[in-house]
């Protein structure tokens, strides 16, 4: 069967995105905008989105650096600490300015120093959240220097996720950027009832771990979780492309300028939002599944964050455009390659110079 040159959707949500703030969040900002109707956007600005107020403000600087006539919506998350305050945060969900609450481990990623340290101190928090039905977003990653870095996600769901879902059968969560088919299977156990779903990236779709030693180190394809196996990247596809509900598009777009990247001891994240959905469309058209991205990237999230499904709709086209090599001072994803899907409302990306300043 020929594939379509042309793909109608209705327009998607990113469920897992990084905007930064100040210059950065300007210049990255309309790539994500142009795509997508909504997005969670992720709390780990230094310092961290851990109440009310500052997630009130950063999402006024989102709507202020918005392009105009953009109908864009950031949906905004809290960082979870060993001091969250239940109290703080159910405020915070039942005036509408937290949809979820972020959880990283301490120290497992980028801007994640003040993330949990012991997931005892926070149970009175998971049981407010577990009472009022509001989501956990988890970067589940174990942070012990014992374990493998490429095991790391294994084992955290072995330690950490299978005795919380247990200690919480109520609790909703979503496993962000899942990377094994260990992880595909664990929330294939849980999804019953929409209660766990999982994002999953674009670049984990289409990399597996040999990038990152292409002819040498590769610090631009470098993100964490880091790529697995080329095993698990196929499981990854399977799962995205099979029409599930409990799986869902988060593109987890981290952009860094490049001396953050190209350093002794280079920052991780992947910047994929110049592509954000195109990325996509090539993996499914590659998977023979292009009617089944609609589901993936536009009605599954929405069914988990129980929302409605954005309202217009969004076209391709298959027709080939270069990745600039560098933009705002950040090397995009696939930079200086082919992209075969080319949005029709966005003209061609531009090479563009390094911001004036560093987020």
């Avoid at 942070?143 to 084992?155: H, L």
């Avoid at 292009?290 to 027709?319: C, H, K, Q």
Wanted: glycine share 6%; proline share 9%; net charge negative.
């Amino acid at each position: 069967m020929t594939a379509p040159h042309t793909l109608t959707l209705r327009r998607p949500d990113d469920w897992h995105l990084h905007l930064r703030d100040g210059e950065m969040l300007r210049a990255v900002l309309p790539a994500s905008a142009a795509r997508f109707g909504r997005a969670i956007v992720m709390p780990n600005l230094r310092p961290p989105v851990t109440g009310v107020a500052e997630a009130l403000a950063y999402r006024e600087r989102i709507v202020a650096a918005l392009p105009s006539g953009s109908r864009f919506r950031p949906l905004m998350t809290c960082y979870a600490t060993d001091a969250a305050d239940p109290d703080e945060i159910e405020r915070g969900w039942s005036d509408g300015v937290f949809a979820a609450v972020k959880l990283y481990p301490a120290h497992a990623t980028t801007n994640s120093d003040h993330g949990v340290s012991d997931f005892s101190r926070i149970v009175p928090l998971l049981e407010r959240m577990q009472s009022l039905g509001m989501p956990l977003l988890v970067h589940g990653e174990v942070t012990d220097p014992a374990v493998d870095m490429f095991d790391r996600e294994a084992v955290f769901i072995e330690r950490v996720l299978s005795p919380l879902l247990a200690a919480l059968p109520r609790l909703r969560l979503v496993f962000e950027h899942v990377t094994t088919a260990q992880a595909v299977a664990f929330v294939r156990a849980h999804a019953a009832g929409g209660r766990v779903g999982a994002t999953i990236t674009a670049h984990h779709l289409l990399i597996n771990r040999n990038a990152m030693f292409a002819g040498g180190l590769r610090p631009h394809a470098y993100c964490l979780p880091v790529a697995k196996r080329e095993r698990h990247r196929k499981a990854l596809v399977e799962a995205a492309t099979s029409g599930e509900a409990a799986f869902f598009l988060g593109t987890d777009s981290a952009p860094h300028p490049v001396a953050a990247k190209e350093s002794a001891c280079g920052c991780a994240g992947i910047f994929t939002a110049p592509a954000g959905l195109e990325l996509y469309a090539e993996v499914f058209e590659q998977a023979g599944a292009l009617d089944r991205l609609e589901a993936f990237a536009s009605l599954n999230g929405p069914r988990f964050y129980r929302l409605p499904p954005n309202d217009d709709t969004i076209t391709l086209v298959r027709r080939p455009w270069t990745m600039p090599a560098e933009i705002a001072g950040v090397v995009p994803f696939r930079a200086g390659e082919e992209i075969a899907w080319t949005l029709t409302e966005t003209p061609p990306l531009a090479e563009t110079p390094p911001l004036a300043e560093t987020p």
